[in-house]
């Protein structure tokens, strides 16, 4: 039975009790007096007694603690709080002329984001050079997807650079702490050993800017694990390149069991579902903006990655096979604010999800 915890008031109300019982004579309730009000001090320092002990009590579970409480918590569980770090990755620049490149030169994007070379480079002649580059701020805007364009200070004998194949990748913001309470969570609940599914969720979301993950067992038979790692908030859909996909593969190979499962990791590929709505009232800009809304976060919190695993009920991380039902659309669509009543033509049933892909917003449409 848990312990009552009671008022300032209330202590200071047994306490005047307690006087009256004690001292002869004493009637706390009536005024003047001074009995009265040394109830109410000792009520009030013994109310925040109380709330301290309280306070304790919550900062001991993971679920219940203060934020500034929770990488005590990781501490103690060996699992930090993700910070933020810096994307990097290759360049591909066009040399016209043999050139020396020192490190430190700064390239910047468009927008004004900056990176600098990692090493001296040397352009032999004319053609293309490798560039290693690393972000000179932290975070996930500094990201940048295969064939976007930078500028090479300085070197006029580079006329033109764009980042490679792999893209600068591992750039992520501080682990918010409602994405760390979730992830200390998960580690309480299944704890690491022996290469189990959930070990593959855990050691996949050390990597930052991991914000979920989604494991299959034996796709190619005993001895294999696919693993589909989503990186929500920093690429669309949450669906990374390829060089973000080579970090995670390079994390499991160092800390999981790649000596004990051969360890796939892959992209899931992106479903467009298009939505067409008539008989919009109000049909208005803002409803139309409204329901677009509730409909990305809809695909947000219902999406799944689809696989062949068999699935288990303690485990709703495994990719199994899924269906996106066409309710969930109606329901969001409903849900938006202003709508009055729709009528959701497209699509006209549930969505088959195969293996290997995920549901996300396609077209939305608006008719009649």
Same mark, same amino acid.
């Given at each position: 039975?848990?312990?009552?915890?009671?008022?300032?008031?209330?202590?200071a109300?047994?306490?005047r009790t307690?006087?009256?019982?004690?001292l002869?004579?004493?009637?706390?309730?009536?005024?003047?007096? !001074?009995v009265?009000?040394?109830?109410?001090?000792y009520?009030g320092?013994?109310? =925040?007694?109380?709330?301290?002990?309280?306070?304790?009590?919550?900062?001991?579970? &993971?679920?219940?603690?203060?934020d500034?409480v929770?990488?005590?918590?990781?501490?103690?569980?060996?699992?930090?709080?993700r910070?933020?770090?810096?994307?990097?990755g290759?360049?591909?620049a066009t040399a016209?002329?043999?050139?020396?490149?020192?490190?430190g030169? #700064?390239?910047?994007r468009a927008d004004?984001?900056?990176?600098?070379?990692a090493t001296? %480079?040397?352009?032999? =002649?004319?053609?293309?050079? *490798?560039?290693p580059v $690393?972000?000179?701020?932290?975070?996930s805007?500094?990201?940048?997807?295969?064939?976007v364009?930078?500028?090479?200070?300085? &070197?006029?004998?580079?006329t033109?650079?764009v980042?490679?194949a792999s893209?600068?990748?591992?750039?992520?913001?501080?682990e918010?702490? *409602?994405?760390?309470?979730?992830?200390?969570?998960?580690?309480?609940?299944y704890?690491?050993?022996?290469?189990?599914?959930?070990?593959?969720?855990?050691?996949?979301?050390?990597?930052?800017?991991?914000?979920?993950v989604?494991?299959e067992?034996?796709?190619f038979?005993?001895?294999?694990?696919?693993?589909?790692?989503?990186?929500? =908030? #920093?690429?669309? !859909?949450?669906? *990374?390149p390829a060089?973000?996909?080579?970090? %995670?593969?390079s994390?499991?190979?160092?800390?999981?069991?790649?000596?004990v *499962?051969d360890?796939? $990791?892959?992209?899931p590929e992106?479903?467009p &579902?298009?939505?067409?709505i008539?008989g919009?009232?109000?049909?208005?800009i803002?409803?139309? !903006?409204?329901?677009?809304i509730? #409909? %990305?976060?809809?695909?947000?919190?219902?999406?799944? &990655?689809?696989?062949?695993?068999?699935?288990?009920?303690?485990?709703?991380?495994?990719?199994t096979?899924q269906?996106?039902?066409?309710?969930?659309?109606?329901?969001?669509v409903?849900?938006?604010a202003?709508?009055?009543?729709h %009528?959701?033509?497209?699509?006209?049933?549930?969505?088959?999800?195969?293996?290997g892909?995920?549901p996300?917003?396609?077209?939305?449409?608006f008719?009649?």
């Amino acid at each position: 039975m848990p312990f009552s915890i009671r008022t300032p008031g209330e202590i200071a109300a047994q306490l005047r009790t307690a006087f009256d019982g004690a001292l002869e004579g004493a009637l706390a309730r009536l005024w003047p007096n !001074n009995v009265a009000i040394s109830a109410k001090a000792y009520g009030g320092a013994v109310g =925040g007694a109380y709330d301290h002990q309280d306070w304790i009590a919550r900062q001991i579970f &993971v679920h219940s603690c203060d934020d500034e409480v929770l990488e005590d918590h990781g501490a103690d569980l060996e699992l930090p709080i993700r910070q933020a770090s810096a994307a990097s990755g290759e360049v591909v620049a066009t040399a016209a002329a043999a050139a020396a490149i020192a490190r430190g030169t #700064i390239l910047t994007r468009a927008d004004g984001r900056a990176y600098r070379l990692a090493t001296d %480079v040397f352009a032999a =002649g004319p053609g293309e050079v *490798a560039l290693p580059v $690393v972000a000179l701020e932290a975070g996930s805007a500094s990201v940048a997807l295969p064939g976007v364009a930078l500028a090479l200070q300085g &070197v006029p004998e580079i006329t033109g650079a764009v980042v490679g194949a792999s893209g600068l990748t591992g750039g992520a913001d501080r682990e918010s702490f *409602a994405a760390y309470r979730a992830r200390l969570k998960f580690f309480k609940a299944y704890r690491p050993g022996h290469a189990r599914p959930s070990d593959y969720v855990i050691w996949a979301s050390e990597v930052s800017g991991v914000s979920r993950v989604f494991v299959e067992r034996r796709p190619f038979g005993p001895g294999t694990v696919r693993l589909y790692p989503l990186f929500d =908030g #920093i690429y669309e !859909n949450g669906i *990374a390149p390829a060089g973000e996909i080579a970090r %995670v593969k390079s994390h499991l190979e160092l800390v999981g069991a790649s000596g004990v *499962a051969d360890i796939i $990791v892959a992209a899931p590929e992106a479903l467009p &579902v298009d939505v067409t709505i008539s008989g919009l009232s109000p049909n208005k800009i803002a409803t139309r !903006n409204a329901i677009e809304i509730e #409909i %990305v976060e809809m695909f947000a919190r219902r999406a799944r &990655v689809a696989g062949i695993d068999p699935g288990h009920p303690a485990m709703p991380f495994l990719a199994t096979s899924q269906t996106f039902s066409r309710s969930w659309i109606g329901q969001a669509v409903a849900n938006a604010a202003g709508e009055d009543r729709h %009528v959701l033509v497209e699509p006209g049933s549930d969505v088959a999800v195969a293996a290997g892909r995920l549901p996300v917003p396609g077209a939305l449409t608006f008719s009649g």
